[in-house]
């Protein structure tokens, strides 16, 4: 039986995406406000103000987590609701908000995962430079130190950052996230700070929690040559992975650089404002590597684009309301790939699923045929990676419910359950009735 009895079943979100509040109880602006409340940053306009109301109902959401089965919850904390201005004064309320949410989680026999970095940077740190000032890895250090302080007595897994690609390219040198620049020596230095605000933040958390399981979330995006026999295609296809995947996974795992991006970056000249050596502090044991995967990037060398590659859309093949391609083996060999160039002792997914457009709910339930299919192919993908012998620990579904997604505000459906953004009604989409189904299968079977 490839799901190991102890194998965790869980469901993701992140703060922003779900809590809405809007700045009430003391939360502080973060840079998803800002961003989203500025106009043509977020599609129609839309804004994490209210969101899934999940400040106010995360009582009903924790029954609703209990009602799909699942024995684990991945959710991040609003630095800015915790510490308004990032550094200081401490927002009692905020505290408060989660110790209740995980209280309500821990009646209910569902585990924490806490994630302490989805994104909600808080905006007074953004305007002293956010994560391209030097100083974000100590904020972040006294941040880490207050929430395993105040919550660790009753969590003890930890992820110190979410996808740090997204936190430094695509907000930095492709402009499309908050903060939204197009700068690539500020999205290197970004990446620089994430990185080493990780391996400052993990012996803090340790010390607080002594019991704690630590890692970070890398998005891995799975990439193959578009032409398989072409030479200029695989080299693409290898820079593409190396500027994604292994300029972050390097450094967690080695302390390194990997070293061809590094020599092209550096000539390029967006290292400029780091000491690429300094990575090695990036290497810290962790307990565990998280990650999130969603789809395969076919590449194809370019001779226009400056990266040297371009993403080519292969039609015939099945594709999400993103555009982003459904590649269920692309998951097997990214586990593959992790477990035998990197090792981690232990990996969870803590991110995997599909935005679809869905029909609306009909007696109670939304018909999501193509999120079942997506969802079983990748759980299946991850059984065959555990016969190989690869660590899989847990699989954490993207997300429990529709919810504020980014850039695409709320134009872009990824849950389990519906919601009704006008009422926050909350439906069972057939994905999730799927999705309960498996897990007391594979239960039954470990
Ligand atoms: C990931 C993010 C998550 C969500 C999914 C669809 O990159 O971590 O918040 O937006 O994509």
Redesign the pocket.
């Known amino acids: 039986m490839a799901f190991p009895k102890d194998f965790v079943w869980g469901t993701a979100t ?1 703060s922003y ?1 779900i809590e809405g509040g809007g700045l009430d109880y003391g939360r502080g602006e973060c840079i998803w406000h800002r961003f989203s409340h500025t106009p043509g940053k977020v599609y129609n306009g839309d804004t994490g103000d209210i969101a899934c109301d999940h400040i106010h109902r995360y009582p009903q959401d924790v029954a609703m987590m209990a009602e799909l089965g699942i024995d684990s919850y991945r959710f991040s904390v609003s630095w800015p609701r915790v510490i308004p201005a990032g550094t200081g004064t401490i927002n009692q309320q905020g505290l408060d908000f989660y110790k209740r949410l995980i209280e309500s989680l821990q009646e209910a026999n569902i585990t924490p995962y806490l994630t302490l970095y ?1 994104w909600d940077l808080p905006q007074a740190l953004q305007d002293k430079g956010g994560w391209e000032n030097p100083d974000s890895v100590q904020w972040f250090m006294e941040y880490a130190d207050l929430i395993s302080r105040e919550l660790g007595s009753d969590v003890k897994d930890w992820i110190t950052h ?2 740090p690609f ?1 936190v430094s390219m695509v907000s930095n040198l492709f402009g499309v996230h908050a903060p939204g620049q197009q700068d690539p020596v500020a999205a290197y230095t970004v990446a620089h700070h994430v990185l080493l605000s990780h391996g400052a933040a993990v012996p803090i958390i340790r010390q607080n929690v002594p019991d704690a399981e630590v890692g970070i979330t890398l ?1 891995q995006t799975y990439s193959m040559p578009y032409r398989p026999d072409n030479h200029e295609d695989q080299i693409a296809a290898r820079r593409f992975a190396a500027f994604h995947n292994d300029w972050f996974l390097e450094p967690v795992f080695r302390g390194t650089y990997p070293a061809d991006a590094l020599k092209e970056l550096d000539q390029r000249g967006a290292l400029s404002k780091i000491d690429p050596t300094e990575i090695s502090k990036a290497q810290v044991p962790i307990d565990f590597l998280g990650i ?1 995967y969603y789809t395969r990037y076919v590449i194809k060398a370019s001779e226009t684009d400056p990266s040297g590659f371009e993403q080519v859309r292969v039609d015939g093949t099945e594709h999400t309301a993103l555009d982003w391609e459904v590649y269920p083996d692309g998951l097997l060999h990214t586990l593959l790939y992790l477990h035998n160039a990197y090792y981690p002792t232990k990996i969870y997914i803590t ?1 995997n699923g599909c935005s679809y457009d869905d029909p609306l709910p009909i007696n109670g339930v939304v018909d999501d045929p193509k999120r079942v299919d997506y969802y079983r192919q990748h759980i299946d993908a991850i059984e065959k990676a555990i016969e190989l012998g690869v660590p899989v620990a847990g699989y954490f579904a ?1 997300s429990l419910m529709d919810n504020f ?2 850039a695409e505000g709320y134009n872009r459906r ?1 849950g389990l359950y519906h919601v009704d953004f006008e009422t926050q009604e909350r439906t069972p989409k057939k994905s999730a009735l799927y999705y309960q189904e498996r897990i007391s299968q594979e239960r039954a079977k470990a």
Do not use: K, L, T
């Open positions: 992140s995406q989805h979410n996808e997204v998005d999130n991110e993207w997604e980014w990824f």
